[in-house]
């Protein structure tokens, strides 16, 4: 959940979208993304949306809490039934992120979960995400998650080695996840992803091929591989900035992900997503699809984003802030926009790109099918769907897709 909020208008105050935005709901999936704020200790390398308790101490007091966290969302979610009126639909997928959501006793994330079930329903075979920090489990808690309804669970890895972890500044220690994923396994979760990041300052190809092959050792169905992203602001940002630790470019990450791709194919992986790779279709993540395609979510928590039939809008950032305005009766929306034809498009090509099913050919301006044409003749394109009306990255293309992608939307 970034961090910087962009401009936008004004949220009504009782949160009702245009007339349009459910139009031919019953045709697109809804979700919920319920963000929990609250950490630990603070990643050098984090931009989300988060507060450790020293940071939230004296600025927005009982509201700010964690105690009284779940029902704040609770009461968001209620506002969303209200604006979403006698929309049908059950939700299929439920994804609770931060943050570290198990910070909180897992009792709060079922009550979380209980009042989307009470106002919504949840679809037959519904996927029920949490996101976790590996020492903030143990068996007990996550069979406490397993029985409040939860059927997937995600491990922030990041890193097999310590001295790639200590950069990162994140506190578990090795082994720990790859622990998680027998104990989530031992609990009845059905699907278990870990979050791996490359391209670490100090980071070296043997440190990275260690943490895939403890990774897929450990034996989930998921792996997400991200590139370390050095965002302005951060502590790590400010390291590199006086030359303690060193920058990592682009050629680095190219290698690491060659690695990724070549490693992770070996165990049985198959990418589904630029950076996502499962076991089996069951394996993906519903949730993200359902991001990468442009279905209806509806955000909860600070800062949360939603989407809803071209409607896009987010949540005051500050916890206090949030609970304030829905303890005064009143949606937690800081601003909106209403996506024009135009803007969807563009959109639809951004993210359906990034999938191994691609983007159709139908979507791209008369420069973007040039562009296309161009990808296809430099190797950035597989032929063959290009011939069935897709636009689909090969490996090639997955290294260059953000230049591809710019081009393609023209």
């Known amino acids: 959940m970034p961090s910087v909020l962009p401009d936008g208008e004004s949220v009504p105050q009782d949160g009702a979208l245009p007339p349009h935005a459910l139009e031919g709901a019953d045709r697109r999936p809804l979700g919920f993304y319920l963000h929990v704020p609250y950490c630990a200790t603070r990643c050098g390398y984090c931009d989300f949306n988060t507060y450790t308790a020293g940071e939230l101490r004296g600025s927005g007091g009982a509201l700010a809490s ?25 939700v299929e997928t439920v994804f609770v992120g931060g943050g570290t959501p198990t910070l909180l006793p897992a009792a709060d994330l079922g009550r979380m979960l209980a009042a989307i079930r009470d106002e919504f329903g949840l679809a037959a075979g519904a996927e029920v995400t949490t996101e976790a920090n590996p020492e903030s489990v143990d068996p007990r808690y996550l069979e406490e998650l397993r029985g409040a309804g939860f059927n997937r669970v995600s491990f922030g890895m990041q890193s097999a080695r310590q001295h790639v972890l200590r950069v990162l500044d994140r506190t578990h220690t090795p082994g720990r996840p790859e622990a998680c994923v027998a104990e989530a396994r031992a609990a009845g979760f059905e699907h278990v992803n870990l979050d791996l990041i490359y391209g670490t300052p ?11 092959d403890a990774a897929i050792a450990a034996g989930p169905d998921h792996v997400s591989a991200y590139a370390l992203i050095v965002e ?101 929306g800081a601003g ?34 040039r562009a296309a044409e161009r990808a296809l003749a430099d190797g950035l394109l597989d032929p063959g769907p290009y011939e069935e009306g897709r636009a689909v990255l090969t490996l090639r293309g997955r290294l260059l897709a953000d230049a591809v992608v710019r081009d393609l939307v023209d």
């Open 202 to 212: 100090g980071e070296s190809d043997d440190d990275w091929r260690a943490s895939l």
């Open 336 to 369: 909106r926009e209403v996506l024009a034809a135009e803007d969807r498009r563009v959109e639809r090509i951004l993210l359906e790109l990034r999938l191994r099913a691609g983007c159709p050919l139908g979507l791209l301006a008369p420069a973007g099918a």
């Open 232 to 332: 302005e602001g951060t502590q790590l940002a400010r390291r590199i900035r006086r030359g303690e630790v060193p920058m990592t470019d682009d050629d680095v990450h190219a290698d690491r992900y060659l690695i990724a791709e070549e490693t992770l194919s070996a165990a049985g992986f198959g990418w589904y997503e630029v950076s996502n790779w499962a076991t089996t279709a069951a394996g993906r993540c519903r949730h993200n699809e359902l991001y990468w395609t442009g279905a209806d979510w509806w955000g909860a928590g600070p800062g949360a984003h939603s989407h809803v039939g071209g409607v896009r809008w987010w949540n005051a950032k500050h916890p206090g802030s949030y609970a304030q305005a829905l303890a005064e009766g009143r949606t937690p």
């Open 66 to 90: 964690r105690d009284n966290y779940a029902e704040t969302v609770a009461e968001e979610i209620r506002l969303a039934r209200k604006v979403l009126g006698d929309d049908p639909r059950p």
